[in-house]
T-cell receptor, first 116, second 115 residues
Framework: DTEVTQTPKHLVMGMTNKKSLKCEQH?????MYWYKQKAKKPPELMFV???????INESVPSRFSPECPNSSLLNLHLHALQPEDSALYLC???????????????FGSGTRLTVV | AQTVTQSQPEMSVQEAETVTLSCTYD???????LFWYKQPPSRQMILVIR??????QNATENRFSVNFQKAAKSFSLKISDSQLGDTAMYFC????????????FGTGTRLKVLA
């Protein structure tokens, strides 16, 4: 299995809702990432998990809450989002922390989030 | 600070022809990696090709090849025998070989392959 699977593919949520995005990989990768991508822009790094521990938070607002329950699964919990948070949310993984440089990342197809 | 510049926002090419996408970068470091990622309408970012800065030989992956000019800080992507499935946004990316996680992405080039 050489894929990163993200669910759901599309999500529409109100500003008072709580929802979660899910990312799963079975490649044995020990680093996982959340990226946010606005239309016609490159992805922006949000969070990095290294061996299931949060190692980097790129000053992301607390309404985004990541979670890594095990080495295969990464969640992004969403609460009280704003319309400007509407974007494509991409998950990625790499074999070992710090070795994204050597191998490149494997990305999922993303969740298209719309906040109304 | 590192920067990556893609000066061609949009390009088009006829099917079966060759196209070159430009990328320049700026860094004072000597050890780094460069990548081209492709993002088709399916949205998934797909690694096309990568280049280690310490290697002089240009990387090649099937129809995709790069022209890496380290002194000029240039890293262009050549797509030969273009196919309709090559239609996508292409991002040039840079990362230091220092255990950092963070890519520096260019702003992207939207490539359309015409039938």
């Amino acid at each position: 299995d050489t894929e990163v699977t993200q669910t759901p593919k599309h999500l529409v949520m109100g500003m008072t809702n709580k929802k979660s995005l899910k990312c799963e990989q079975h490649m044995g990768h020990r680093a996982m990432y959340w990226y946010k991508q606005k239309a016609k822009k490159p992805p922006e790094l949000m969070f990095v998990y290294s061996y299931e521990k949060l190692s980097i938070n790129e000053s992301v607002p607390s309404r985004f809450s990541p979670e890594c329950p095990n080495s295969s699964l990464l969640n992004l919990h969403l609460h009280a989002l704003q319309p400007e948070d509407s974007a494509l949310y991409l998950c990625a993984s790499s074999p070992k922390p710090g070795q994204g440089a050597n191998y490149g990342y494997t990305f999922g197809s993303g969740t298209r989030l719309t906040v109304v | 600070a590192q920067t990556v510049t893609q000066s061609q926002p949009e390009m088009s090419v006829q099917e079966a022809e060759t196209v070159t996408l430009s990328c320049t970068y700026d860094t004072s470091e000597s050890n780094y990696y460069l990548f081209w990622y492709k993002q088709p309408p399916s949205r998934q970012m797909i690694l096309v090709i990568r280049q280690e800065a310490y290697k002089q030989q240009n990387a090649t992956e099937n129809r995709f090849s790069v022209n890496f000019q380290k002194a000029a800080k240039s890293f262009s992507l050549k797509i030969s025998d273009s196919q309709l499935g090559d239609t996508a946004m292409y991002f040039c990316a840079f990362i230091l070989d220092s255990g950092t996680y963070k890519y520096i992405f260019g702003t992207g080039t939207r490539l359309k392959v015409l039938a």
